[in-house]
């Protein structure tokens, strides 16, 4: 009695938290339905035909495969830091040098502007002129 009731409540708890398209046969509604209501043969149902389990098979992973698999904790490569990356601290400079550029042409023509100002305020008859 109290395995079927093991079973019973393990078959509805894995028939609730299987995603949609793990499910064959039946839609999701009707498998909760089955479980439910038919306790022993419900959960042998979904035991056998509920859930696709070849596709959970294949999504676990035995190992971890990816960039850093196979090398211990201290040996594994990390990504650099930006401060010791050399692409990274070029990048920097050429910008660097294209504000420089940037900052000498504004501050050429702030003082190209000023001189016409002061060229324009030089001129004579230009005191009935209100000055901005």
Same mark, same amino acid.
């Given at each position: 009695? $109290?395995?079927?009731?093991?079973? *019973?409540? *393990?078959?509805? #708890? +894995?028939?609730?938290?299987?995603?949609? +398209?793990?499910?064959?046969?039946? &839609? !999701? $509604?009707?498998?909760? #339905?089955? $479980?439910? /209501?038919?306790?022993?043969?419900?959960? #042998?149902? *979904?035991?056998?035909?509920?859930?696709?389990?070849?596709?959970?098979?294949?999504?676990?992973?035995? *190992? &971890?495969? =990816?960039?850093?698999? =196979?090398?211990?904790?201290?040996?594994?490569?990390?990504?650099?830091? &930006?401060?010791?990356?050399?692409? /990274?601290?070029?990048?920097? !400079?050429? =910008?660097?040098?294209?504000?420089?550029?940037?900052? !000498?042409?504004?501050?050429?023509?702030?003082?190209?502007?000023?001189?016409?100002?002061?060229?324009?305020?030089?001129?004579?008859?230009?005191?009935?002129? &209100? !000055?901005?």
């Amino acid at each position: 009695m $109290v395995a079927l009731l093991a079973l *019973w409540v *393990w078959a509805f #708890i +894995d028939c609730l938290t299987t995603p949609e +398209d793990e499910l064959r046969h039946l &839609p !999701k $509604v009707v498998w909760v #339905i089955v $479980v439910l /209501f038919f306790p022993l043969v419900g959960s #042998i149902a *979904w035991l056998v035909a509920g859930k696709d389990r070849t596709q959970a098979r294949r999504r676990q992973v035995a *190992w &971890p495969s =990816g960039p850093t698999a =196979g090398y211990p904790e201290y040996e594994r490569p990390r990504p650099l830091a &930006p401060d010791d990356d050399p692409e /990274f601290l070029a990048s920097l !400079k050429r =910008g660097n040098q294209q504000h420089e550029e940037m900052l !000498k042409q504004w501050e050429a023509d702030l003082r190209r502007r000023e001189e016409e100002l002061r060229r324009d305020d030089d001129r004579p008859g230009d005191g009935d002129r &209100p !000055k901005s």
